[in-house]
């Protein structure tokens, strides 16, 4: 493998797993078989990434972040410490359903805070914000910010991650970046 990462030597990198450039997996963590783990992303203390996981170029994992089969992560998502994926509606340890997994998807740009618990099948859109300690129980639109269990849609977010505010014409300026972003039919588009 001709990639360029680190591996802190507490860390558990199965057989299998596909490591672009740039890498970093920290102290307690463990890779498990065949995932694939994008360029110049940093894997915190204690992370659990389970097989066939796909994650971007980018992407940040705090730590104590478990993300079970059947996630994907876009590119430059973060995910906050103990935030949790899941990957079965209906668990049971007697019943086994492995190859029955939900999938999840993540999209590029997004946020999940600390604690918040996503429950399988239900996709985060692009650049959206969950809240710390929010469940998701349903999709996720791009830009959207949610909090709450279950979650609830309070707002929209920027891609620099500060909430818009609308005028009547369903326009938002970012404070931070200037980009110019619309509202219509519950949809948040960036338009510069």
């Not at 990198?13 to 490591?19: A, F, L, N, R």
């Not at 994992?61 to 103990?82: A, E």
């Not at 019943?95 to 999938?103: E, H, I, S």
């Not at 709450?148 to 891609?159: H, R, T, Y």
């Amino acid at each position: 493998m001709d990639t360029n990462y680190f591996a802190h030597p507490s860390a558990i990198i199965d057989e299998g797993c596909k490591i672009e450039n740039g890498v970093k997996i920290w102290h307690f963590s463990h890779i498990m078989p065949n995932c694939v783990i994008g360029e110049n992303c940093n894997i915190g203390q204690n992370v659990v990434i389970s097989p066939e996981v796909v994650l971007g170029k980018n992407v940040k994992i705090q730590n104590n972040v478990s993300i079970y089969t059947g996630v994907t992560c876009g590119d430059d998502v973060f995910l906050g410490p103990s935030c949790v994926f899941t990957n079965v509606t209906n668990p049971r340890s007697g019943v086994n359903r492995r190859g029955q997994y939900d999938k999840t998807h993540v999209g590029n740009g997004a946020s999940i805070g600390a604690n918040a618990t996503i429950v399988c099948g239900h996709d985060i859109g692009n650049f959206a914000f969950i809240g710390a300690g929010a469940v998701v129980t349903k999709n996720v639109p791009d830009y959207a910010l949610l909090v709450g269990n279950p979650a609830k849609q309070i707002g929209w977010m920027s891609e620099y991650g500060h909430r818009l505010s609308f005028d009547t014409e369903g326009i938002a300026i970012c404070e931070e970046s200037q980009q110019v972003y619309k509202l219509e039919n519950n949809k948040v588009t960036r338009i510069k």
